[in-house]
């Protein structure tokens, strides 16, 4: 916690930051421990510990098992992440409360219509990325994957009016919101992730549906140009070492799958 914190900020560590609140609920707010005024002090003696402790249960809870903003919670959204995890020690217990302790979740609204920020899903995923974890190959692809089914989700019903979208992996190109994931075949099979295939799989949502499938590895790239005119595309053919007219054609045929802008392809 920082040297000196708000009220509103003493209010919200005791929420949803573990070990200040188990500071709290051991020694009081007296304690040294915490960095707090008298009158911060003197107002939080009044918080009732019971409470406090079924207030945090029931916020811990409903992250896990849902019935946040309508959705499903951790265990419905990663559910494959969450086994993997547990069956390395991590219990999804003590992990919920580290994420709610983490500047990631402070990115989450779960308020429809109020100030917007990212969801649920996109928080925890940055969580276990960029948090005290060190992922494996393993554990990052099966977060990465049910990431974009959860994105995927959020888009067809409509949620981007209470959720942004700005991780880097899963990105819009004005006509579609797309990523795209290395899937090995055997780990697929292990952990029960269609397609099971060896390559580039693209997950997508676009204007005329959803496409989730094995694509070529330069497929990622078009769907990110900020143009795809001949130009454009004869140059990153040259780079990937393929010829234009394959190109034009993917860009062509991603036009009709609703997964470009119309307006590009009619760029010379």
């Known amino acids: 916690m920082p040297s000196k914190i708000d009220l509103v900020d003493a209010l919200h560590a005791l929420i949803y930051h573990k070990e200040f609140r188990d500071e709290f609920i051991a020694n009081g707010p007296e304690s040294a421990a915490l960095s707090l005024t008298p009158a911060q002090r003197s107002a939080l003696s009044a918080v009732d510990l019971e409470e406090l402790s079924r207030t945090t249960s029931r916020i811990q809870s409903m992250i896990l098992r849902g019935h946040?903003?309508?959705?499903?919670?951790?265990?419905?959204?990663?559910?494959?992440?969450?086994?993997?995890?547990?069956?390395?020690?991590?219990?999804?217990?003590?992990?919920?409360?580290?994420f709610l302790a983490s500047?990631?979740?402070?990115?989450?609204?779960?308020?429809p219509y109020g100030e917007k920020g990212l969801s649920l899903e996109e928080c925890f995923y940055e969580f276990l990325c960029d948090g005290p974890f060190d992922l494996d190959a393993?554990?990052?692809?099966?977060?990465?994957?049910?990431?974009?089914?959860?994105?995927?989700?959020?888009?067809?019903?409509?949620s981007l009016a209470t959720f942004d979208i700005r991780t880097?992996?899963?990105?819009?190109?004005?006509?579609?919101?797309?990523?795209?994931?290395?899937?090995?075949?055997?780990?697929?099979?292990?952990?029960?992730?269609?397609?099971?295939?060896?390559?580039?799989?693209?997950?997508?949502?676009?204007?005329?549906?959803?496409?989730?499938?094995?694509?070529?590895?330069?497929?990622?790239?078009?769907?990110?140009?900020?143009?795809?005119?001949?130009?454009?595309?004869?140059?990153?053919?040259s780079e990937e070492g393929l010829e234009s007219s394959l190109l034009y054609d993917a860009a062509l045929r991603l036009v009709d799958l609703g997964l470009l802008p119309m307006s590009a392809s009619s760029k010379g």
């Not at 903003?69 to 951790?74: S, T, V």
């Not at 919101?177 to 693209?202: K, M, N, S, Y």
């Open 68 to 98: 946040v903003d309508g959705h499903g919670g951790l265990r419905a959204s990663f559910p494959k992440t969450l086994t993997l995890l547990a069956s390395r020690g991590t219990k999804d217990s003590g992990l919920c409360a580290r």
């Open 103 to 111: 500047s990631s979740f402070d990115q989450f609204r779960e308020i």
């Open 138 to 158: 393993e554990a990052k692809f099966l977060a990465t994957h049910e990431l974009f089914k959860a994105l995927i989700n959020h888009v067809q019903a409509g």
């Open 168 to 237: 880097e992996v899963f990105r819009s190109n004005g006509a579609a919101w797309f990523g795209t994931l290395e899937h090995q075949a055997a780990v697929c099979r292990t952990f029960a992730v269609d397609p099971a295939c060896d390559g580039t799989v693209l997950y997508a949502i676009g204007q005329k549906g959803l496409v989730i499938g094995q694509v070529p590895d330069w497929m990622g790239r078009v769907l990110g140009l900020p143009d795809i005119s001949r130009q454009v595309l004869e140059g990153v053919a």
